[in-house]
Structure formats: structure tokens, C-alpha cells
């Protein structure tokens, strides 16, 4: 089945790669003359106004919850309206650590509508396993450009029809008015209906929190958001709006990431990253790696295209929505730096959960060990029990007296992918249950990697400087054989806590100290007797030594 998301990207970046003069000289004209937004002076930025939402609402620039604690978004997108059985996905995003998702509704102008019925179940679910949700209408997908694509109004329209379901429910859900409700053509026609629409809500009672995407297919590359944002939050008469920008091939250099980003901060304008991208395509590369460091560092969420169902499965987290076959793009998402296990925090509405539920899990049984590869393990455990229910495991891997979360599943059973060749490992599995009391650790189990066949490779790694906290290094890889190698994928470990957070001259994952890289466009081929060279910036604890084994798709190499 062909998504709207993949016909989006496809209509999105083709219009682009069209007009990409036009697209120069705009990304010029934006750097030489701010937007608006960005150029407010602080006495003049966005305040909210004195009335607020009975839960979910926009404080100083920011999301908070009823109580005034900041929630900062970490989850996915779910295809719920093309996938109405696969309703379990909201319990395996939320055992991989998710606080929020968003979930994708049609308004019957483009595709069957969801009932009341069916969004109330939506929200009883969402609510039940503790995430937040963002309902979205997809059929605005490109108004202007897309001739199926319905209007805002008509999606104000369908929100307004389900005001019963809706009411009450502000501490829990936000409304996400329609889906990148714009092409690229005559994005300046975004502003007015976007208004309108708002103001529809709020004139037939609506206090809930209201998202609004951009332009430009969600991209804003002609800065139409940007420009108008503080225009339209101005027209909200609650102050209760977030703005939602979505990254993919448009966003594919550091500096557009964080100009972005930045803008809206400085002007308190509220923003999240309602969609993005990280594979490379046809149409390039989103740095995804800036997204989520940036976004961590200013503290705005995040929401991951998208849990499974992808027309082009590239972009599918979960294959065959089965959350223990995550891609290397769920890995990086859930697993990775900057990544959802490690800065997701639940909404605190749903503190103590059910508040006679103090009990935890009893720890799972011993984890087996089995189909172990150089770079996999598959675990098995014996089920916890518990006395409501078991929500999820979280596997992780023991080093001393430190852990680290390397996998996560809602069953009694996973493979933790990732790992380099010849290695030792020690493993362990923790329960948990709705409520978030966690078991005690299971017993350990020792893995050892198997070898990696010898490859035609060597490679020379280098600490180029130190600093309190962080280093900078160098990866050199060297093709010793005789024929070139078309693209590549480096595999290292690092023992000592290291992370990458910023890398050229590759694109790296990382899983605990499982460090994974591939390459940049521009040296995706290492010619027989050439070599390519990798730098990046890490962090680190006191003591930082080197990876002392290296492989290049699969194959051992020497090292230099």
C-alpha cells in the first residue's frame, strides 16, 4: 500500500529538485533577511495570553501540563487509519519508551473517516498505556498541490463533530487541526486559513492544546511558518498553539537544523518536530543526528516517522509492526543517542498510574542465549508475572557495575543486533508493569561474539584533542584489497561509556557502546589500495580508551 507519507515526500522533494534555483536563492534571501519570528526583540516575543487549557497548554513558549510540569514530546507516528487492527502498536511504542504518539486520522474527505467510536477507543488506549496523543487529520496532505487533498476547514469541521469525545480530554490528547496542510505551490496562502481554522475551534468551545503544521509540505522551506508564526499564535485567543515543523530531506545540513529550531525558541514561539526522516533517498539525507541533539538540547520534542506500514519500508521503525524486528532507523530512534529510552519522560498526569498498583514484577527468569552471530544475539527469558500485568521487558547489557539499555520488547524474547565481532558481553533483563514499577534484575548471561571473517581492510583510530567531558577523533579505513568497495558499514565498540554526538564524513548509530557507521555520499566508495577518513566529536568519562576491533561490512580488519 502506498502511504500518504511516502506520496508526500515524493510530491514534496520532486517540486524541490524542480525548482531548486528558486529554492537557492530563497535559503539565501532567508539567511540574509530572519523571518520575522526570529527577529522579535525580547520585549516584543509571543507571551501567552492569561486564559489557558484545563490540561495540556503553552506557558513562556512552552508545553506544559495542567500542573505547569514541562513535557517535552518523545514518540512516533502511527498509521492508524490505514492500520485500524493494529491497535497494539500504541503498547509496543510504549514498552520502547515513548511518552507520546501521534496518530494519524482521516475526515472522510480523502479516506474513510474515523468514527467517534473509533477515536474514543484511540484515546482509552492511548490513555491506558500512558502516552500522550496527538490526534492528526491526514487528508489536508497538500492542499493547493494534491487535488484529493481536502482543507482545514473541513478538517475543523470533523473535530468540531467530535467535540463529545473530545471534551474532558485535555490533560491527555492535543489536536493536530490537518496534516501538512499545504504544497509547495502559493504556500502564502497558508497563513489565512490557518487562522480561520483555529478560530473555529476556539469560537465552538475547543480549550484543548492545537497543533499546526506548515507549508511546503510540512518542510517550510520557503518560510511561510516562520515568517507568520507569531501572527497566528497572536490570533489564538487562548494562547494554547504549538507549531510543528517536519524535517526530512530539506533539513539535511547541521546549520538549517538549528537556525530553524532557534528561531522559535528565541521568540518563545512553541515548536516541536512533529515529523521527520533519517534513511537516505533519492532526494538526500536528513541529519537526523542534528535534529535529535538539537531538540534535546532545546528541550523540544520530537516525533519519529513512523512505527510500520511505510509503502517504502526504509522508513519503517518496526517491520511488520513487530517492535522485536526493529530497522536500524527504530534502533537509532529508540536506542540511539539522543534517542527516546534515553530522554523520554511520561507525562506526570499519569504519575502513580493506578494508585493501588505499588506492586512490581517478579524478575524475569535467566535470559538464554541463542543464533549467535558477530554482530547479534538472540535472547529468550522466562515471563515475569505480575499483579495487574506486564507491560514490557528492557534488556541491558552489565559492565561492572554500570547498565546499559541495549533493547526493549512486549515479549519474553528479543535479538540485540549491533554488536562487534569477538566480544564479551553480559546480559540482563528487567520487567515492567502499566503503572511503572520495575522487577528486580534477572540473573546474568554471558555472550561471546563469534569472529569476523579476515576482510580486505585496516583501520587507524586516533584521539585528535581532549577535553573535560568530550574528545574529538579520527577514523581512518583503508581498502588493502584489490578490488574497490561500493558502499561500506563500519562496526566498533567503545568500552568506556563514549558516545558520538556529532560526526562527519559518515552517519553513525549507536546502541550502548555498539557503534555502527556508514557513509556520506561523497566517499560511499573506497577505491582498492584508498582509504576515507571519519572524524567525530564524542563524550566521555575519565578514561577513554580506544576500540581495539574494527569491521567493515562484516569482515575483520587489521588494525593500523
Known amino acids: 500500500m502506498r502511504t500518504s507519507r511516502s506520496t508526500a515526500r515524493e510530491n514534496s522533494l520532486t517540486k524541490l529538485l524542480a525548482g531548486l534555483a528558486t529554492l537557492v536563492g530563497l535559503v539565501v534571501l532567508g539567511v540574509l533577511c530572519p523571518a520575522v519570528a526570529q527577529a522579535q526583540s525580547p520585549a516584543t516575543e509571543a507571551q501567552s495570553p492569561a486564559a489557558k487549557a484545563t490540561g495540556l497548554h503553552i506557558s513562556d513558549g512552552r508545553l506544559v501540563e495542567g500542573n505547569g510540569n514541562d513535557f517535552v514530546m518523545r514518540g512516533v507516528n502511527h498509521a492508524h487509519t490505514w492500520y485500524p487492527n493494529e491497535t497494539q502498536s500504541l503498547a509496543d511504542v510504549k514498552a520502547l519508551g515513548a511518552n507520546t504518539v501521534r496518530v494519524v486520522l482521516a475526515d472522510g474527505h480523502r479516506w474513510t473517516a474515523n468514527s467517534a467510536a473509533d477515536v474514543a477507543d484511540v484515546i482509552a488506549q492511548c490513555k491506558a498505556n500512558r502516552l500522550i496523543c496527538v490526534l492528526e487529520v491526514h487528508d489536508t496532505t497538500g492542499y493547493g498541490e494534491d487535488a484529493a487533498a481536502g482543507t482545514l476547514d473541513q478538517a475543523a469541521d470533523y473535530w468540531i463533530g467530535l467535540k463529545n469525545v473530545l471534551a474532558g480530554q485535555e490533560n491527555y490528547i492535543i489536536i493536530n487541526i490537518g496534516n501538512e496542510p499545504w504544497g509547495n505551490t502559493g504556500p502564502e496562502g497558508w497563513t489565512a486559513p490557518t487562522i480561520a481554522a483555529i478560530q473555529k475551534l476556539r ?117 511488520d509492526f513487530d517492535p522485536s524486528r526493529l530497522s536500524s532507523w527504530g534502533q537509532r530512534i529508540f536506542n540511539g543517542v539522543n534517542g527516546i529510552a534515553q530522554t523520554s519522560k511520561e507525562a506526570t498526569v499519569f504519575g502513580g498510574g493506578n494508585p493501588g498498583d505499588t506492586q512490581a514484577p517478579t524478575a524475569p527468569g535467566t535470559p538464554a542465549a541463542s543464533a549467535v552471530t558477530a554482530t547479534s544475539a538472540a535472547l529468550t527469558w522466562a515471563a515475569a508475572t505480575d499483579n495487574v500485568g506486564v507491560a514490557g521487558y528492557d534488556v541491558v547489557r552489565v559492565s561492572g557495575t554500570s547498565e546499559t539499555k541495549v533493547a526493549s520488547s512486549t515479549t519474553n524474547s528479543v535479538t540485540v543486533t549491533g554488536l562487534t565481532a569477538s566480544t564479551a558481553y553480559t546480559f540482563a533483563v528487567y520487567a515492567r508493569d502499566a503503572a511503572g514499577n520495575r522487577s528486580a534484575r534477572s540473573a546474568t548471561v554471558n555472550v561471546t561474539t563469534g569472529s569476523a571473517p579476515a576482510g580486505t581492510c585496516s583501520v587507524g583510530y586516533r584521539v585528535v584533542g581532549e577535553w573535560q567531558g568530550g574528545f574529538q577523533g579520527e577514523i581512518a579505513i583503508r581498502n588493502t584489497g584489490t578490488a574497490a568497495i561500493s558502499g561500506w558499514k563500519l562496526a566498533f565498540s567503545f568500552a568506556n561509556g563514549q558516545t558520538v554526538t556529532n560526526m562527519w564524513g559518515g552517519t553513525p548509530t549507536q546502541s550502548g557502546g555498539s557503534v555502527s557507521v556508514t557513509p556520506a555520499s561523497y566517499n560511499s566508495t573506497i577505491s582498492a589500495g584508498g582509504s576515507v577518513t571519519v572524524g567525530f566529536i564524542g563524550t566521555r568519562t575519565a578514561t577513554n580508551t580506544a576500540p581495539t576491533g574494527f569491521t567493515l561490512n562484516g569482515a575483520a580488519c587489521s588494525t593500523a
Open 203 to 319: 469560537g465552538a468551545g475547543f480549550q484543548h492544546t492545537i497543533m499546526v503544521d506548515a507549508p511546503n509540505w510540512g518542510q517550510d522551506w520557503q518560510g511561510v511558518m516562520r515568517a507568520n508564526a507569531k501572527t497566528v499564535y497572536d490570533a489564538d485567543t487562548t494562547g494554547n498553539l504549538i507549531f510543528s515543523i517536519h524535517m526530512y530531506s530539506v533539513f539535511d545540513t547541521a546549520a538549517e537544523i538549528t537556525d530553524y529550531l532557534n528561531a522559535f525558541v528565541n521568540a518563545k514561539l512553541p515548536l516541536l518536530i512533529g515529523e521527520f526522516g533519517g534513511p537516505a533517498d533519492q532526494w538526500g539525507d536528513p541529519d537526523e543526528d542534528t535534529m535529535m541533539a538539537t531538540a534535546q538540547q532545546l528541550k523540544l520534542g520530537y516525533l519519529a516517522w513512523s512505527w510500520s506500514g511505510n509503502t517504502d519500508p526504509i522508513l519503517d521503525l518496526a517491520t
